[in-house]
């Protein structure tokens, strides 16, 4: 027996239950013993009733529960409030009724236990919120007898107001209202024709973004659903005229109860309490009819009769648990399973004390924290609901329903059981693929399940050994490969035979619906296979696998199962020896591993060269290009497509280089190699160009290339990288270059061409002579300018002149040649022209230069008068300086000290910003606003002037002693001057407030050490 302090500890005797079962795992190779040890399961009853230890002196007259809160209405008109959250609070609400005949009927409260309705005998019905001090009479409820109360489904936690509720009363009626310390309103809404009082009501939306509302309402003997839009008078207010839906129950009976059971928040399934017994089903909201002829939201319901031998009548009050219904009597206590009517609980005289607690009257079921309530005349139960899923599953299983009592197993026996019945089943019906499935799952020895299956059917035993391997530890290793390997030479001895079957079936000319039925079963069993395959392939030893799979010379599988397990090398590796070089290219392209493009690059690159290339780009970040070399020497350009002319070896270095920014020397002058080789001169020119500023491959190997295959020039570019500018323009110059690597003009003669044939081709070739000889010239012209030395340069330009003169017998071209460089003139080509040379034919050269150098010289003389005048106005401007004066205002006073500016020697400067001579020398000393050495030579000035000034005072006072005055008094006074002077120019040379030298001192702080205590001071 528990006291009413324990409420809050009750529910951990459950817990306690439920943990202290220790239910084994295991699946497989159970023992007897073990197996013998799970079957004695938990002897305790499914239901155990506690009483609660309370002393009262007065009967019960109803109690509610809901949130951890109970009211309990007495008969001397007390109401008792018990909070199980707070179990020293217990509140009594000072409720007395007006009249001494009136006394307490009914309770009724909120799903929240926030909101209490009291309704009394005489028709007065009172209110309380759990604020209030004391219950307050509804008036607009005075005179309705209620029944029962429909609380609002949509407030999801607890308020003030009770928002729209529904109202049922003793005549039939249905009202709406809504109450906040008093009632807000009253609504009649429905009046049921046989006026039997309404026992139990329940309304919510469909969800939570729905419209449509339905409305559950019973009375003794019928239950009828109301179902319509938007709002609750809306719903009721067609039914006017049409009845609504309902299930009629006939009897005799002038109670009843209605429970609703919720998941997520909304309701899931209903129980009504009848005369005859429990009508239940499910609240389906899924539908869209709302016909209201018809039941729209009742489905699967069903009949629970009262089957209890000790009662003839009707209980007093029911509980629906999940499998159960509770049944309470005046004298007795039952619990009957729903699925199969068996009276699992009965507690009589021998358990209650009646003549202690009085006659039971009724359950109060706390649905928010699932909290069961038994209540006498005289006390009160709670009633712990002690794993009552237990043996549900056995009812599952007697009746069949395989899938229902698996879901309600709680350990592996349990499930074993059911797998081991259901397979039998399934094998009674020789339905063996199923029987196959369920006994891979049971704990039956493997061998004697083989055995069932292996002269039955094949396919049935190869399902078992695929879901064995699903129920197999991965810690039985052997077990595990030795099935796989059994079920590889299933599956391939069912291909074969299936292959058989469809050529025997096609030599026969069967139908082709059986054939292609044949084949469609092949593409399955394949497919099937080569799941499996990939699926167990760590249970598969690679090499039996293939040795196997070849027997059956099914090689498309292999290649499958290779790829499945990484062994792309093998699969790579068939390709090549078919020839099927695509394939092979297809594998390498979706590997990650380097190693395996260098090992077949060589192969593919000789025969698929474009694709190969194309995947080497494709990969080209992750390919070191130096370890592809060996596959591009092997390389043949005859191997291309026909539509494919580019060189694929030029195209994939080329990449390198100009995408990739390929450094490598080796690269560069493999390319430089390929272009060379390949006659592509404009694509060697312009790799070469490319590499202007920094070059990556070998000029000394790059000439050596470039002179073996007679590429002119490239070999005056490399000269002229080499700083050989020399040698680039002889180069340039030299016309037997490429005379030998040009067979139309060394065999011209040797063809048989007539005389008109021969003349166009000497014309020809005059053409093509005069395009050379321009082209080494500018070429020529181009090398001779890039010297940095003057003379070189000069020498490297006549010596293209002299070319043109002596090899080309062109004076005037030589002369323009001089015109277009002015490094050399007319005079520097005389001592070459020969003799027999006219004047007259380079007078016009010579006279342009005469004018040349007049105008020189006219410029230069022009240039020489400017200096003049420019130098003549600076000086005007340096006697002006000494002349110039300024206005100072009276009483002047010094910018940094704030002093009089008279009293002491000072400076003015162009700003406007006046300084004591001392203040402004302070000031460039202490900022660092000069040069250290002119900080010191400042220094050293006021030293000697100190100096000459004492020793000048002593020379005047020895003069005033009547001595002769020396002359060098004088010459002191005149060095004093002079040093002041030089002082005065070192520290006037800009204004140290608003000058440039200014600027120096932004990153200078505001204050130095000496003034830390200052800055401290700002400290926040």
Same mark, same amino acid.
């Given at each position: 027996?528990?006291?009413?302090?324990?409420?809050?500890?009750?529910?951990?005797?459950?817990?306690?239950?439920?943990?202290?079962?220790?239910?084994?795992?295991?699946?497989?190779?159970?023992?007897?013993?073990?197996?013998?040890?799970?079957?004695?399961?938990?002897?305790?009853?499914?239901?155990v009733?506690?009483?609660?230890?309370?002393?009262?002196?007065?009967?019960?007259?109803?109690?509610?529960?809901?949130?951890?809160i109970?009211?309990?209405?007495?008969?001397?008109?007390?109401?008792?409030?018990?909070?199980?959250?707070?179990?020293?609070?217990?509140t009594?609400?000072?409720?007395?009724?007006?009249?001494?005949?009136?006394?307490?009927?009914?309770?009724?409260?909120?799903?929240?236990?926030?909101?209490?309705i009291?309704?009394?005998?005489?028709?007065?019905?009172?209110?309380?919120?759990?604020?209030?001090?004391?219950?307050?009479?509804?008036?607009?409820?005075?005179?309705?007898?209620?029944?029962?109360?429909?609380?609002?489904?949509?407030?999801?936690?607890?308020?003030?107001?009770?928002?729209?509720?529904?109202?049922?009363?003793?005549?039939?009626t249905?009202?709406?209202?809504?109450?906040?310390?008093?009632?807000?309103y009253?609504?009649?809404?429905?009046?049921?024709?046989? =006026?039997?009082?309404?026992?139990?009501?329940?309304?919510?939306?469909?969800?939570?973004?729905?419209?449509?509302?339905?409305?559950i309402?019973?009375?003794?003997?019928?239950?009828?659903?109301?179902?319509?839009?938007?709002?609750?008078?809306?719903?009721?207010?067609?039914?006017?005229?049409?009845?609504?839906?309902?299930?009629?129950?006939?009897?005799?009976?002038?109670?009843?109860?209605?429970?609703?059971?919720k998941?997520?928040?909304?309701?899931?399934?209903?129980?009504?309490?009848?005369?005859?017994?429990?009508?239940?089903?499910?609240?389906?909201?899924?539908?869209?009819?709302?016909?209201?002829?018809?039941?729209?939201?009742?489905?699967?319901?069903?009949?629970?009769?009262?089957?209890?031998?000790?009662?003839?009548?009707?209980?007093?009050?029911?509980v =629906?648990?999940?499998?159960h219904?509770?049944?309470?009597?005046?004298?007795?206590?039952?619990?009957?399973?729903?699925?199969?009517?068996?009276?699992?609980?009965q507690?009589?005289?021998?358990?209650?004390?009646?003549?202690?607690?009085?006659? /039971?009257?009724?359950?109060?079921?706390?649905?928010?924290?699932?909290?069961?309530?038994?209540?006498?005349?005289?006390?009160?139960?709670?009633?712990?609901?002690?794993?009552?899923?237990?043996?549900?599953?056995?009812?599952?299983?007697?009746?069949? =329903?395989f899938?229902?009592?698996i879901?309600?197993?709680?350990?592996?026996?349990?499930?074993?059981?059911?797998?081991?019945?259901?397979?039998?089943?399934?094998y009674?019906?020789?339905?063996?693929?199923?029987?196959? @499935?369920?006994?891979?799952?049971t704990?039956?020895?493997?061998?004697?399940?083989?055995?069932?299956?292996?002269?039955?059917?094949n396919?049935?035993?190869?399902?078992?050994?695929?879901h064995?391997?699903?129920?197999?530890?991965?810690?039985?290793?052997?077990? /595990?490969?030795?099935?796989?390997?059994?079920?590889?030479?299933?599956?391939?001895?069912?291909?074969?035979?299936?292959?058989?079957?469809?050529?025997?079936l096609?030599?026969?000319?069967k139908?082709?619906?059986?054939?292609?039925?044949?084949?469609?079963?092949f593409?399955?069993?394949?497919?099937?296979?080569?799941y499996?395959?990939?699926?167990?392939?760590?249970?598969?030893?690679?090499?039996?696998t293939?040795?196997?799979?070849?027997?059956?010379?099914?090689?498309?599988?292999?290649?499958?199962?290779?790829?499945?397990v990484?062994d792309?090398?093998?699969?790579?590796?068939?390709?090549?020896q078919?020839?099927?070089?695509?394939?092979?290219?297809?594998?390498?392209?979706?590997?990650?591993s380097?190693?395996?493009?260098?090992?077949?690059?060589?192969?593919?690159?000789?025969?698929?060269?474009?694709?190969t290339?194309?995947?080497?780009?494709l990969?080209?970040?992750?390919?070191?290009?130096?370890?592809?070399?060996?596959?591009?020497?092997?390389?043949?350009? @005859?191997?291309?497509?026909?539509?494919?002319?580019?060189?694929?070896?030029?195209?994939?270095?080329?990449?390198? &280089?100009?995408?990739?920014?390929?450094?490598?020397?080796?690269?560069?002058?493999?390319?430089?190699?390929?272009?060379?080789s390949?006659?592509?001169?404009?694509e060697?020119?312009?790799?070469?160009?490319?590499?202007?500023?920094?070059?990556?491959?070998?000029?000394?190997?790059?000439?050596?290339?470039?002179?073996?295959?007679?590429?002119?020039? @490239?070999?005056?570019?490399?000269?002229?990288?080499?700083?050989?500018?020399?040698?680039?323009?002889?180069?340039?110059?030299?016309?037997?270059?490429?005379?030998?690597?040009?067979?139309?003009r060394?065999?011209?003669?040797?063809k048989n061409?007539?005389?008109?044939?021969?003349?166009?081709?000497?014309?020809?070739?005059f053409?093509?002579?005069?395009?050379?000889?321009?082209?080494?010239?500018?070429?020529?012209?181009?090398?001779?300018?890039?010297p940095?030395?003057?003379?070189?340069?000069? =020498?490297?330009?006549?010596?293209?002149?002299?070319?043109?003169?002596?090899?080309?017998?062109?004076?005037?071209?030589?002369?323009?040649?001089?015109d277009?460089?002015?490094?050399?003139?007319?005079?520097?080509?005389?001592?070459?022209?020969?003799?027999?040379?006219?004047?007259d034919?380079?007078?016009?050269?010579?006279?342009?230069?005469?004018?040349?150098?007049i105008?020189?010289?006219?410029?230069?003389?022009?240039?020489?008068?400017?200096?003049?005048?420019?130098?003549?106005?600076?000086?005007?401007?340096?006697?002006?300086?000494?002349?110039?004066?300024?206005?100072?205002n009276?009483?002047?006073?010094?910018?940094?000290c704030?002093?009089?500016?008279?009293?002491?020697?000072?400076?003015?400067?162009?700003?406007g910003?006046?300084?004591?001579?001392?203040?402004?020398?302070?000031?460039?000393?202490?900022?660092?606003? &000069?040069?250290?050495?002119?900080k010191?030579?400042?220094?050293?000035?006021?030293?000697?002037?100190?100096?000459?000034?004492?020793?000048?005072?002593?020379?005047?006072?020895?003069?005033?002693?009547?001595?002769?005055?020396?002359?060098?008094?004088?010459?002191?006074?005149?060095y004093?001057?002079?040093?002041?002077l030089?002082?005065?120019?070192?520290?006037?040379?800009?204004?140290?407030?608003?000058?440039?030298v200014?600027?120096?001192?932004?990153?200078?702080?505001?204050?130095?050490?000496e003034?830390?205590?200052?800055?401290?001071?700002?400290?926040?």
């Amino acid at each position: 027996m528990t006291t009413l302090e324990d409420f809050n500890d009750s529910s951990s005797d459950q817990e306690r239950i439920i943990e202290d079962e220790d239910i084994p795992d295991k699946i497989l190779n159970t023992t007897i013993e073990q197996e013998q040890e799970e079957i004695l399961e938990d002897d305790a009853p499914l239901f155990v009733l506690e009483q609660v230890k309370f002393n009262t002196s007065s009967e019960y007259v109803d109690m509610v529960a809901a949130n951890q809160i109970i009211f309990i209405a007495f008969k001397d008109n007390k109401i008792m409030r018990l909070n199980l959250e707070d179990r020293s609070k217990i509140t009594n609400l000072d409720f007395i009724p007006k009249k001494e005949e009136n006394s307490i009927r009914k309770l009724f409260l909120d799903p929240y236990g926030a909101h209490l309705i009291i309704n009394c005998t005489n028709g007065d019905n009172y209110y309380y919120y759990n604020t209030m001090e004391k219950p307050k009479i509804l008036s607009k409820l005075k005179g309705i007898s209620i029944e029962s109360v429909a609380w609002n489904t949509e407030i999801k936690a607890p308020q003030r107001v009770t928002q729209e509720i529904l109202i049922g009363d003793s005549k039939g009626t249905i009202y709406e209202t809504s109450i906040d310390k008093k009632e807000l309103y009253l609504k009649q809404l429905y009046q049921l024709e046989e =006026q039997e009082p309404i026992t139990g009501m329940y309304f919510q939306r469909y969800n939570t973004n729905s419209d449509l509302i339905f409305v559950i309402v019973t009375t003794p003997n019928r239950l009828r659903e109301f179902i319509g839009k938007k709002t609750l008078e809306a719903v009721f207010e067609k039914y006017m005229t049409v009845k609504p839906g309902f299930h009629p129950f006939l009897g005799k009976l002038n109670y009843s109860e209605l429970h609703i059971q919720k998941e997520k928040g909304y309701a899931h399934s209903f129980s009504w309490l009848t005369q005859s017994g429990i009508y239940h089903g499910t609240i389906d909201t899924s539908k869209r009819n709302i016909d209201p002829e018809k039941n729209n939201v009742i489905s699967n319901a069903s009949f629970v009769p009262y089957l209890i031998p000790t009662q003839a009548n009707p209980p007093l009050s029911f509980v =629906q648990t999940d499998y159960h219904f509770l049944f309470v009597f005046p004298e007795e206590f039952a619990a009957v399973c729903k699925l199969n009517q068996d009276i699992v609980v009965q507690l009589d005289k021998e358990f209650f004390d009646i003549s202690e607690i009085g006659k /039971l009257k009724a359950f109060a079921h706390d649905f928010t924290g699932d909290i069961i309530w038994l209540f006498s005349e005289r006390g009160f139960y709670r009633i712990f609901v002690n794993n009552e899923k237990k043996d549900i599953w056995k009812i599952y299983l007697n009746q069949k =329903q395989f899938e229902m009592a698996i879901e309600s197993c709680s350990n592996d026996y349990q499930r074993n059981q059911v797998y081991k019945s259901q397979a039998k089943f399934h094998y009674a019906n020789q339905e063996y693929n199923y029987a196959a @499935a369920l006994y891979a799952k049971t704990n039956i020895p493997f061998e004697k399940i083989v055995l069932k299956f292996l002269n039955i059917d094949n396919n049935a035993l190869k399902d078992f050994l695929t879901h064995k391997i699903d129920a197999i530890g991965e810690q039985d290793f052997t077990q /595990l490969k030795i099935i796989c390997a059994w079920l590889t030479e299933i599956y391939l001895s069912s291909l074969n035979q299936i292959h058989l079957k469809i050529e025997e079936l096609e030599t026969e000319k069967k139908p082709k619906n059986e054939i292609e039925k044949l084949k469609e079963q092949f593409k399955q069993t394949l497919q099937d296979f080569k799941y499996f395959l990939v699926e167990n392939k760590r249970h598969l030893n690679p090499e039996i696998t293939y040795e196997m799979i070849s027997k059956h010379g099914r090689i498309d599988i292999l290649l499958d199962y290779a790829l499945s397990v990484g062994d792309f090398e093998r699969v790579i590796s068939h390709h090549i020896q078919n020839e099927n070089y695509k394939e092979a290219l297809k594998v390498i392209q979706g590997q990650k591993s380097d190693e395996i493009i260098y090992k077949y690059s060589p192969i593919l690159m000789n025969h698929l060269p474009v694709e190969t290339v194309d995947l080497w780009i494709l990969k080209a970040s992750n390919l070191n290009t130096v370890s592809l070399l060996p596959a591009i020497m092997r390389y043949d350009p @005859a191997k291309n497509p026909s539509h494919v002319k580019s060189n694929q070896a030029i195209r994939y270095l080329e990449f390198c &280089v100009k995408q990739l920014h390929n450094r490598d020397p080796t690269i560069h002058n493999f390319l430089l190699a390929l272009y060379a080789s390949n006659n592509q001169d404009s694509e060697l020119l312009n790799f070469l160009n490319m590499e202007i500023h920094q070059t990556f491959y070998d000029l000394k190997y790059a000439l050596r290339l470039c002179t073996k295959y007679r590429k002119k020039d @490239a070999c005056v570019y490399i000269y002229s990288q080499m700083g050989l500018y020399e040698e680039a323009v002889d180069l340039a110059l030299n016309d037997n270059y490429m005379k030998e690597k040009n067979p139309k003009r060394k065999n011209i003669n040797e063809k048989n061409f007539n005389n008109e044939n021969i003349k166009n081709q000497n014309d020809i070739q005059f053409e093509d002579n005069q395009e050379k000889e321009i082209k080494d010239i500018k070429l020529a012209t181009i090398n001779a300018l890039k010297p940095e030395d003057d003379d070189l340069k000069k =020498q490297l330009l006549l010596k293209i002149a002299r070319d043109l003169m002596e090899k080309q017998k062109n004076i005037k071209k030589a002369i323009e040649f001089i015109d277009e460089h002015e490094q050399i003139s007319i005079e520097d080509l005389l001592p070459l022209f020969p003799n027999s040379v006219k004047i007259d034919d380079f007078k016009d050269q010579i006279k342009k230069t005469l004018d040349n150098y007049i105008s020189k010289i006219r410029n230069l003389k022009q240039e020489m008068d400017s200096t003049t005048k420019s130098t003549d106005i600076i000086r005007e401007d340096i006697k002006l300086l000494r002349d110039r004066y300024s206005t100072i205002n009276p009483n002047p006073r010094c910018d940094l000290c704030g002093t009089s500016i008279l009293n002491k020697d000072f400076c003015f400067f162009n700003c406007g910003h006046l300084f004591h001579t001392s203040c402004l020398q302070n000031e460039l000393l202490e900022k660092n606003l &000069v040069s250290n050495s002119k900080k010191k030579r400042i220094l050293e000035l006021n030293q000697m002037i100190i100096n000459e000034q004492s020793k000048h005072q002593s020379d005047n006072k020895n003069t005033n002693q009547n001595q002769p005055q020396k002359p060098s008094i004088d010459k002191t006074q005149e060095y004093i001057q002079h040093l002041k002077l030089e002082l005065h120019k070192m520290i006037t040379f800009d204004c140290v407030i608003c000058g440039e030298v200014v600027i120096k001192t932004i990153d200078m702080p505001f204050f130095d050490e000496e003034n830390q205590s200052l800055i401290n001071s700002w400290k926040i």
